[in-house]
């Protein structure tokens, strides 16, 4: 390891000026950021008083030797940069020189290292304004860094910190971050004195990912890889039903760096369109490796920012890879009874949620089949025409396929029993089909014999006259009849009969309620799903023989079939071990 | 009551009441036919609150033992009479069953409060209008394919019937496509605007025992019936506006192809093959005296039928969803029909030398 120079000050200079050390959460990512450049395989975090009482973290990495650790608390120190070209190829997580400087200012730090070389170890006690002391001490290789009583000195930024718990959620976060971006690495949080997780090293990103979010959701994780030479791209993407309220659950890192990126954000939702639910969020593990060259971390003094040199080609390569991995996976969500997972993931995982999200009930959890029931609005006790014992008198069987209250499909497949929501995976499929046509060119317009002309108010008109090419390439000709009221002569023929009033109703208000800077891509997009909506079967129409196998047919091509364009998932399967085990055969 | 009956009469008239009672299942008692024996002979009626059905069992088919009612579950019925194998079938009201028995089977049935089942009304004792049974059935065999099935404009989901002029019309229309059929009526008869739900109007053929039976129609108040010998079917009309019809019919067409019916048939049936299921349309290019058929499927392939025709005007190419087509030609029986257009994007008329006139709009060709 190089050692520990004082940075120049034309190097300096450039470095993104600020204030780092906001709560203890900022402690422990500097602490653990500086163990993940010194090659630590494991690193352990203690904290009291939710890191407001102390922080510590114990490493095995590199340590420092007695001149190192001499210069690490000052100002501009850094083993890690040396002139200003290195600024624009940061391979490590530290570059800034100022952090160790920043928190002996503002806490009481102790330091323990070893380098491997040396045969015993330094240590060093900062409080300030009184200087260093440097003295010898037995210990193993590593670090050990502790800073307690954080703003000791400074009573008007304390005040400012939230209670314990509220920390702990923070740090909590962060390290769960930190963890899913190195899975080799092992890492583990105890709070006044007791363990709140540990990660130990695991051979994948879908073992660490299990860690914290159960078996089932790894297991079904899919796996989008690509990209170029200098740019790649791995993702582990959870399918779209356990979609979160907030982006909490999207782990973006960049050259293993976690980091919060609008570009990177929006390139995830572009992947996502017409996948999920709208105001829902992925859970997703998304990966980019670029060369250090075409990324600048120097933007905030939190490194939690970057910019790309060229954003246009790592956003098109982020979203088609997503794109492929998710338009061709066939995610299913399984059924279980109990909750899914291990109880001690499964209570990390609480925690963290219920910390961030206030919410998790908002969430698709899996294992209550009847949510997914609810939520599709039709769980089969409100058919169209209110027959409902009708519905559920005709199971209609038809060999391998059969009808159940006139919305479900059940069937069997290699691993269990599919239960698949009619309307959801014929929207599904239509949706798909529409979208298909859209990209060969437009849909085909049927005639009327007489226009229908519907009423507008002056913003739809607006919005009418943006989209009225979407419109046309839909299949629906529009003019304007009038001042206030617009003549439709045409309509998408793939819709067949169904009742064109309120639909055009529906697509108009839609679009005026989208406002104006919507793009044609996304009026489109809008429009497509609810033709698809309105054009599939609902929950209770009776599906005969050969409608049943039709739709199975399609669907078996049909892109994203996992999820209808809501992000509701089509289909739910209840596996023979689970049969197995709930019959107590197993 | 008891009441002795042929097989086939009893399981005819359950068929009947069951086709009627089985759309509505909100108020379970509807899905029952109420039995009336009296007057040497019976009546079955069934309704959905829409439609409602009395059909008679004439002396000719039945031997009253005891007169009386009684309400039965008609799938049930319409099953057991068809099953039983005797040729005779006596139903007999024994305490809370009724027990219907044939050859070696013996039913016993629970019946339904009489009291809760409504009233279907019979055809008011008023002089009808009188119809050529085979006519009507023409007329309704032209028109029904047209109705609307999703339409929230209610007219649109029935067969609107008038007379004007001596003249009666029957038309549909979807809003994509208007069958229009007209006949020659009696001078003297008239009939106001109503519009006949498409299911009241396919049940009016099975009441004719024979197709030259006539058929008596009348209309009151907001109710329409239909009667033959065999029962009165009596039904809601639909209410609201029949859009205006007449103004849609083309006139300034200046193409005229005359075809065979057969060969455009079978020729749209071939094209629609080759048409992909969620967007059927196919090409007709008329040139000269040909005619050629196109259905095209984006991923799969396709078909091209050509069809000699006799052509009047200049080349001309139409792009129509087929069954609209398909519709119209299976319902007509002439040999010939003829096709007046004007451009691709206007509306066509089809006529096949009756009072058949079937306005179809294209699909827009991009
Ligand atoms: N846990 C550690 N193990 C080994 N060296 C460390 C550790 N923490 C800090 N250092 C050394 O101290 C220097 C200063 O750390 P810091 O102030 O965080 O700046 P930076 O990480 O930006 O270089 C680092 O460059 C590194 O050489
Ligand atoms: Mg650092």
Known sequence: MPRIEILPSEVAEKIAAGEVIERPVSLVKEFVENSIDAGARSITIDVEKGGKGLVRVADDGAGMSREDIELAFSRHATSKIRVIDDLFNVRTMGFRGEALASIAAVARVTAGTRSAQDQSGWEVSIEPPAAAEIRPVGRAPGTTIEARDLFFNIPARKKFLKRDQTELGHITRYLQAAALGFPGMSLSLSSNGRKVFSAPAVESLRRRAATFYGEDIAEDLVEAQGGREGLKVHALIAPPFYSRVNRYSQYIYVNNRYVRDRLLQAAVSQAFRGLIEPNRFPIIFLYVNISPAEVDVNVHPTKMEIRFRNANSVRGTVISVLSEALLSADFKSRITFEEGSTPRAQNIRRSIEDFYERRVAGGVEI??????????GGSGSLTRDGTDT???????????????????????????????????????????????????????????????????????RTALEKARDAFGRLGIEAEAFGQDAFAFHSFPAVLGDMDRRSLLQALISDLSAGGHGRSMEEALDSLAELLACHAAVRAGDILGTEELQSLMEKARSAQGRFACPHGRPTKLVLTFDELERRFRRK | ?????????????????????????????????????????????????????????????????????????????????????????????????CVVSGGRSVFEVLMENVEDFPQVPEMPDEAPLVLDGQKFAEMTRKTIFAVARES???????????????????????????????????????????????????????????????????????????????????????????????????????????????????????????????????????????????????????????????????????????????????????????????????????????????????????
């Not at chain 2, 002396?59 to 057991?80: H, K, N």
């Open chain 2, 152 to 366: 929230t404009r209610y007219a649109l989901n029935g067969v609107h019937m008038e007379i004007v002029d001596g003249v009666m019309e029957m038309v549909a229309t979807d809003g994509r496509r208007m069958a229009l059929m007209k006949e020659k009526v009696d001078k003297q008869t008239s009939m106001p605007a109503a519009i006949v739900p498409q299911k009241a109007l396919s049940q009016v053929e099975k009441l004719q025992s024979d197709k030259d039976e006539t058929v008596n129609i009348l209309t009151r108040e907001r109710q329409v019936f239909f009667s033959t010998s065999r029962g009165t079917v009596v039904s809601r009309l639909v209410e609201g506006h029949f859009p205006p019809y007449r103004e849609v019919v083309p006139k300034e067409t200046d193409k005229k192809a005359t075809i065979s019916r057969t060969g455009l048939l079978s020729a749209m049936r071939q094209a629609a093959i080759m048409t992909s299921e969620d967007s059927r349309s196919v090409l007709l290019a008329f040139a000269g005296a040909q005619l050629t058929v196109t259905g095209r499927a984006p991923d799969e392939g396709r078909g091209e039928i050509g069809l000699d025709i006799e052509y009047e005007g200049e080349d001309l190419e139409i792009r129509f969803n087929p069954q609209f087509i398909i519709d119209a030609l299976s319902a007509s029986e002439a040999e010939k029909v003829t096709l007046d257009m004007k451009e691709g994007s206007s509306p066509a008329a089809l006529k096949d030398g009756t009072g058949f006139l079937y306005v179809v709009m294209p699909i827009n060709i991009v």
């Open chain 2, 1 to 97: 009551m008891e009441i002795a009956l042929k097989r086939e009469a009893l399981a005819e008239a359950f068929q009947m009441a069951h086709a009627i009672a089985t759309t509505r299942t909100t108020r379970p008692v509807l899905q029952n036919a109420l039995l009336s024996v009296a007057d040497g002979g019976m009546t079955v009626s069934a309704t959905d609150m829409e439609i409602g059905l009395r059909w008679n069992i004439s002396a000719e088919d039945c031997r009253v033992v005891r007169e009386g009612s009684v309400l039965l579950p008609a799938g049930r019925m319409a099953q057991i009479s068809r099953s039983i194998e005797a040729d005779e079938i006596t139903l007999r009201v024994a305490d809370k069953t």
């Open chain 1, 367 to 376: 294992g209550t089949p009847a949510t997914h029931a609810g939520r599709s």
């Open chain 1, 390 to 460: 009708e519905a559920a008198a005709a199971h209609v069987q038809t060999g391998p396929l059969m009808q159940v209250r006139g919305t479900y499909i059940v069937k069997e497949s290699d691993d269990g029993i599919e239960i698949i929501d009619q309307h959801a995976l014929h929207e599904r499929v239509i949706y798909a089909e529409v979208r298909r046509r859209l990209e060969e060119g437009s849909l085909q317009g049927q005639r009327l014999l007489v226009p229908e002309v519907i009423e507008v108010t002056p913003a739809e």
